[in-house]
Nanobody
Framework: VQLQASGGGLVQAGGSLRLSCAAPKRTFSNYDMGWFRQAPGKEREFVAAITWNGDNRYYADSVKGRFTISRDNAKSTVLLQMDSLTPEDAAVYYC????????????????WGQGTLVTVSS
């Protein structure tokens, strides 16, 4: 299983980006999914998660009210809409499949894909 994150880029502070994560359809629709990010010199941190049917969503406090996670199981895609970006949001963003336990723990996810870089200029 290989996840592919895309949509990163350079944006000015206050701007928006939408990240996309594509996954093999045969596995995607049955699993909760999450987004994490990792800035240089920092640990990978939880950003958002969504249950398999999209009914429940979870966010890190730092992104609540600015980021929105969603999914389209028909297209095997999970999205992360990021608004009001700040330089503190700059990082490599990763999507992953939730394997169980707490949503906030990176160790509870698998099938990490290659990340996509988000750069925010001040």
């Amino acid at each position: 299983v290989q996840l592919q994150a895309s949509g990163g880029g350079l944006v000015q502070a206050g701007g928006s980006l939408r990240l996309s994560c594509a996954a093999p359809k045969r596995t995607f629709s049955n699993y909760d999914m999450g987004w994490f990010r990792q800035a240089p010199g920092k640990e990978r941190e939880f950003v958002a998660a969504i249950t398999w049917n999209g009914d429940n969503r979870y966010y890190a406090d730092s992104v609540k009210g600015r980021f929105t996670i969603s999914r389209d199981n028909a297209k095997s895609t999970v999205l992360l809409q990021m608004d009001s970006l700040t330089p503190e949001d700059a990082a490599v963003y990763y999507c992953a499949v939730f394997m169980g336990g707490r949503y906030y723990g990176a160790g509870n996810y698998g099938y990490w894909g290659q990340g996509t870089l988000v750069t925010v200029s001040s």
